[in-house]
């Protein structure tokens, strides 16, 4: 089977065997799951990277992934160009990490695939700051202090996140062979008519751009059953043929997934008082009460609620467990959290 998620970030939890389990997902050699860009797995040739790639290569599944704009295009280019089931792909880790390139058809399981990564970075508001630069440190200092985000050339963001002229036109070449019909696009980011309807305005985060502009023709031509991609950081079906991915798994064809129960920051399912059955790290499974909700996460990770949770029978509070840990709640609470300080 085909399944697809989001955004990773270098955070590779949802794809461990323990969150498989919990999920109920048994995948094999046999199957493959996409994620729809920013990866972070090449981000530095570090003991991490060694790390992550032991990681993947004793998962029985394989990922295939497209760019997005968070992701070390220096490092990526290390790796060689190859022809893989119709198109151009990097073996990252072999026949496990596969890297599809911008502008392939690819023909998987019987299916055909239309990839297209990169996006515009939108937190670079302190500016893409250059170390050659003889006032570097003076504008990281300014940046700092207003608070603003920035990135460093070439350490963390890359003029690549967009794409070339070649590659743009090699994409509509590969399209025409096919005759402009694909069963499914894979994008990072998404067309500028799909763009605005994520961010309406006024005063929108995320602009048009040569990219979105590029995927706006594409919309026009191809025929297409249906389009996943990531980028936004949300888990959305926009409408009937779009879907927006970031910490969901779902099969390919599950075109009416419930998003509803996916976490989200500022938004905890749970509250004070529920009884609810969590898993341990190690796999154990434990029962107790919600203590203390935290919202918009802690100072650990902020990508999603976590939970205080006392249980009574391990004589033990268990601190920070993320609501995607949660199985299922034994019991309503007495107060909504609203009412907690956070």
């Not at 003889?134 to 603003?148: R, S």
């Not at 990072?188 to 309807?197: A, E, F, L, P, R």
């Not at 929108?204 to 594409?218: K, M």
Request: net charge negative; with cysteine.
């Amino acid at each position: 089977m085909i399944y697809l998620t989001g955004d990773t970030h270098a955070d590779f939890t949802r794809l461990s065997k323990r969150y498989m389990k919990r999920k109920g997902f048994h995948l094999t050699a046999d199957d493959y799951i996409f994620v729809c860009g920013d990866m972070g797995f090449c981000w530095a040739p570090d003991r991490t990277f060694v790390y992550n790639c032991n990681f993947f290569q004793e998962k029985p599944y394989t990922v295939l992934w497209v760019q997005g704009n968070h992701e070390n295009y220096d490092m990526i280019k290390e790796f060689a160009v190859e022809e893989w089931h119709g198109g151009k792909v990097r073996h990252i880790v072999r026949d496990k990490v596969i890297l599809l390139e911008r502008g392939q058809v690819f023909h998987i399981d019987g299916k055909t695939f239309f990839t297209f990564g990169g996006a515009s970075s939108h937190d670079i508001q302190g500016g893409i700051l250059d170390r050659n630069d003889p006032d570097f440190k003076l504008k990281l200092i300014q940046a700092k202090k207003k608070g603003l985000p920035c990135r460093i050339l070439r350490e963390s963001w890359w003029p690549e996140e967009l794409p070339t002229e070649e590659e743009m036109s090699e994409g509509l070449e590969n399209l025409d062979k096919v005759n402009y019909e694909v069963d499914y696009v894979i994008t990072h980011c998404c067309s500028t008519s799909v763009q605005n309807i994520l961010d309406p305005g006024p005063g929108q985060l995320y602009e048009p751009d040569v990219l979105t502009d590029y995927l706006e023709q594409i919309e026009g031509k191809v025929h297409y059953k249906h389009w996943y991609f990531g980028h936004y950081h949300l888990d959305k079906k926009v409408d009937s043929t779009h879907t927006l991915l970031y910490r969901s798994i779902i099969s390919l064809e599950d075109t009416d997934t419930d998003f509803s129960k996916v976490p989200r920051i500022g938004h905890p399912m749970y509250r004070h008082g529920d009884i609810v059955t969590f898993m341990l790290w190690n796999g154990e499974v434990v029962t107790g009460k919600i203590m203390v909700v935290d919202a918009c996460g802690t100072f650990e990770q902020s990508e999603e609620p976590s939970y205080d949770i006392q249980s009574e029978e391990k004589k033990c509070l268990y601190k920070h467990i993320l609501e995607s840990e949660i199985i299922r709640r034994e019991q309503k609470g007495e107060l909504p959290c609203q009412q907690l300080q956070l």
